[in-house]
């Protein structure tokens, strides 16, 4: 079962960002796109989501034609954590993470005990029980973020859509966010796909790596075979080289400027 994307193409005002892309997303491993600003990582996040609709090709997932499918059953099957969200009203956590139980409740249904017992759960499995009663807006940058995923875990979907959920966070809490996500992708069986900015993350807890050129797929395969000196040259256009520890971890350098 997976996420495939197949001859994918899509463009705003006649121009093409999105050229014949073809991927695919297995469950229970984190997929990464990486790429260059406007190569294309975004666009195919909001296509696979279902918010944008490809001009030609075909995406499905588990076999679920995306663009015949209504927004609904797509988001009992996906889940979507976007980079950063400022609420309108003054949410509390736990009342935000319940609203993942949307697309399981009619119009007109309220939440139930089962559906506040997954968000308590999600919020568990997160780190931030502690944080249910509290302003959603008078949390750190890190909390919401792990309040969006816990949202997200409460949609019980087997995939999760990210668009560069660590680009506004430090050091700790990036790696603090994507260690939970590697958890919660090998412990639950969730397919992942994530755009990153940062190679080095995307080394450090990637599965898979797609990388992004120009709107078409460079390379693609498990990390440790994409992640090669040649091929992160090729994708920035910069000299770049990846260096191994004796612990077999790898890292990326760039020479100072």
Known sequence: MAITAESVRFGYRGTE????????????????????????????????????????????????????????????????????????????????????????????????????????????????????????????????????IARALTQETPYLLMDEPTSHLDFTNQHAILSIVRRIARERNVGVLVAMHDPNLALAFADRVIMLREGQVFQAGPAAEVMTPENLQALYQMPVDVVGLPDGRRFIVTEAR
């Not at 195919?44 to 679920?64: E, K, M, S, T, W």
């Not at 139930?112 to 302003?135: K, P, Q």
């Open 17 to 148: 960002v999105i050229r014949g892309v073809s991927f695919a997303v297995p469950e229970g491993a984190i997929t990464c796109l990486l790429g260059r600003n406007g190569s294309g990582k975004t666009t195919l996040i909001r296509l696979v989501n279902g918010i944008l609709r490809p001009r030609a090709g075909a995406i499905r997932i588990d076999g679920l034609d995306v663009l015949q499918s209504p927004r609904p059953a797509i988001a009992r099957r996906v889940a979507f954590v976007p980079q950063e969200h400022q609420g309108v009203f003054p949410y509390g956590v736990e009342e935000l993470v319940v609203m993942g139980r949307n697309p399981h409740l009619s119009l007109v249904a309220r939440p139930g005990r089962a559906d506040r017992a997954a968000a308590r759960a999600a919020m568990e499995a997160v780190g931030i029980a502690h944080l249910a009663d509290r302003d959603y807006m008078q949390i750190s940058g890190g909390e919401r973020q792990l309040v969006l």
